[in-house]
């Protein structure tokens, strides 16, 4: 095991909560087990272990991120999140089929979410040629989860945001029953409609939709 993995390990564990962790696995659906650190904590502890071992001044460590990826209490990977986040700076295209595995493996929204939007919205601002090379594919996927990845991938773009290809990714899965899809079209609709609220409400209006995607959608329309 990496040095960092142990030395974070010894932390966390130092600060395993059997009780927060019941209801923390219980909100999750009982999809992963939890230490039961709690966010605020958590936030505390990971500051301390970046600021400790300087490991952010390091070159980007995939093999770091594997290794709590490969952990089974979700705080792990919440803690691999946090890393990606404060490296955004230092990803290249060839991290892109990294984040595709990230997304790929102990999936749900809670990982998702945080990687779509930030290291793969990273990438794509850097290097727009990964669109039609790879994020293109992902929206007409047959895993859900890259998918939902597709169509929040742009969600921090705003002005910069590529309309069009929003609302392509967004037609070609609006016959979806999958809830965390039109949950994920509404939500990309709902910040895109900060930036240009009257081209939301037209393509609302003229695009077939889920209730659930319409509702979420129009919630700064008037």
């Known amino acids: 095991m990496d040095a960092m993995v142990v030395l974070l390990t010894n932390l966390f564990e130092k600060n395993r909560n059997e009780t927060e962790a019941v209801p923390m696995k219980n909100y999750m659906k009982v999809h992963f087990s939890f230490l039961g650190i709690k966010s605020p904590l958590r936030k505390e502890l990971e500051k301390q272990f970046f600021k400790d071992t300087g490991l952010l001044k390091e070159p980007f460590s995939k093999e770091f991120i594997v290794e709590l990826w490969e952990k089974d209490e979700r705080e792990y990977q919440y803690t691999a999140l946090t890393y990606i986040e404060k490296s955004l700076n230092k990803l290249q295209k060839t991290d892109l089929p990294f984040m595709e595995q990230l997304i790929t493996t102990k999936s749900w929204w809670d990982t998702v979410d945080a990687i779509a939007p930030k290291a793969v919205g990273k990438i794509a601002d850097k290097f727009p040629e990964v669109v039609p090379e790879t994020i293109d594919g992902w929206a007409t996927h047959d895993y859900m989860w890259l998918k939902r990845a ?3 991938f742009q969600l921090k ?3 910069k945001t590529d309309e069009e290809l929003l609302y392509q990714y967004i037609r070609q899965n609006a016959a979806s029953k999958e809830f965390f899809i039109q949950k994920a079209i509404g939500w990309a609709l709902r910040e895109y409609s900060k930036t240009n ?10 695009q077939p939709l889920a ?3 319409v509702r979420e959608g129009s919630k700064y329309l008037s």
């Open 150 to 152: 597709a169509i929040l």
């Open 211 to 213: 209730p659930l995607s």
């Open 157 to 159: 773009y705003k002005q």
């Open 197 to 206: 609220p009257a081209s939301v409400k037209k393509f609302i209006e003229g």
